[in-house]
């Protein structure tokens, strides 16, 4: 495990043995509004299959499942995990599993089908540029023809943050097989939407 990845464990395991829901993703108003936005800027009202990395304490992942045959959620955080799968667990067509990625990007075929829609929700601010670029095409790998990637990301300052919003997702954009499709942005939040081409 690389030290970044080790310091980010650490960091995460302080911040779960501390509460459950360490940002407060059921209650704050960022959180539901947030939500709110992701499910309006979304092109279909069902899908097949979701991939959703860095599910956190599974609030965004049982909105999701409502919408979906199949969902894979995940995160490298031991506490983060087994929160969503007891929120999940009445859910039999939603798998949540722990993952540290790039490294262990779930595999096409048996690992995980190609997907409709991967969602990075809250989660590139913690990667560096080569890695946010590896995993914008893992991802466009796991899409579907035609399947789509939402990035959806809080724009001011914070300790941990490895990349600033607005470069994240310009490093995105410019995947050759991706093209944007729909954007919100407002003084908090970034929301992008792009569809595999």
Known sequence: MRAAQLRNTRHFDRLYAGSEDPWKTRDSWYEQRKRALVEAILPHQHCTAIFEPGCGSGELTLQLAQR????????????????????TAHLPHVQVRR?????????????????DLILFSELCYYFD?????????????????????????????????????????????AHARLKRQACYEDEDILIDLWRKI
Do not use: Y
Not at 68 to 86: K, Y
């Open 129 to 173: 540029a080569p890695n946010v670029a590896e995993m914008v095409a893992l991802a466009t790998t796991a899409l579907a023809p035609a399947g789509h990637l939402l990035a959806c990301h809080w724009k001011k300052d914070f300790d941990d943050r490895l990349l600033a919003t607005r470069p994240m997702h310009q490093l995105i954009d």
């Open 68 to 87: 979906c045959q199949w969902l894979m959620a995940s995160d490298f955080c031991a506490e983060a995990v087994r929160i969503t799968r007891e929120k």
């Open 99 to 115: 993952q540290s990625l790039p490294e262990q990007w779930p595999a096409g075929g048996h690992d995980m089908p190609q997907v």
